[in-house]
């Protein structure tokens, strides 16, 4: 996709250090880290998201979060880490080709995952 700057990030159009490069993969450091360790894990493949995924694309998903537990390791967090993907623009997916979070690193323990709970509640 030529819009797309995932796919420049895999055709290296721009410059990335890669945590993880292999044939269908890449990894690379979030430029807005939202934790101490914050990782962004992407098929090389365009993909704009989870609702695209089809079923010869299992394999790929399952080996993308073996990498992110592999990534967990090398970054010293394997004890405690969260992988996430947002899936359409209402959940706060920003960039349209799939992509997982790998995040931790947290001092103490994880913040609260309770973000919109309010909302719900209040309506
Ligand atoms: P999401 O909001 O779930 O779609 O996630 C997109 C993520 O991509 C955000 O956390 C951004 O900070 C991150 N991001 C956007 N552009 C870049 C970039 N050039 N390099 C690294 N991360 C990026
Ligand atoms: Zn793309």
């Known amino acids: 996709m030529d819009d797309c700057i995932f796919c ?10 890669f945590e993880w490069n292999d044939n269908e993969v890449v990894a690379f450091d979030d430029i807005n880290p939202i934790a101490p360790v914050h990782i962004v894990i992407i098929p090389k493949r365009h993909i704009e998201s989870l609702k695209e995924v089809k079923k010869e694309d299992v394999e ?6 073996k990498i992110a537990s592999e990534l967990a390791g090398k970054k010293g967090i394997k004890d405690a880490f969260r992988v996430l993907t947002a899936s359409g623009k209402g959940a706060g997916q920003t960039v ?8 931790g690193g947290w001092k103490d323990k994880a913040p609260e995952m ?10």
């Not at 990030?9 to 990335?16: F, H, L, R, S």
């Not at 309770?114 to 309506?123: H, I, L, V």
């Open 8 to 17: 420049k990030i895999v055709n290296e159009e721009i410059p990335t250090k």
């Open 60 to 65: 790929l998903l399952g080996k993308i979060q």
């Open 96 to 103: 349209f080709h799939l992509h997982y979070h790998l995040i």
């Open 114 to 123: 309770e973000a919109g709970k309010d909302e719900q509640e209040s309506e």
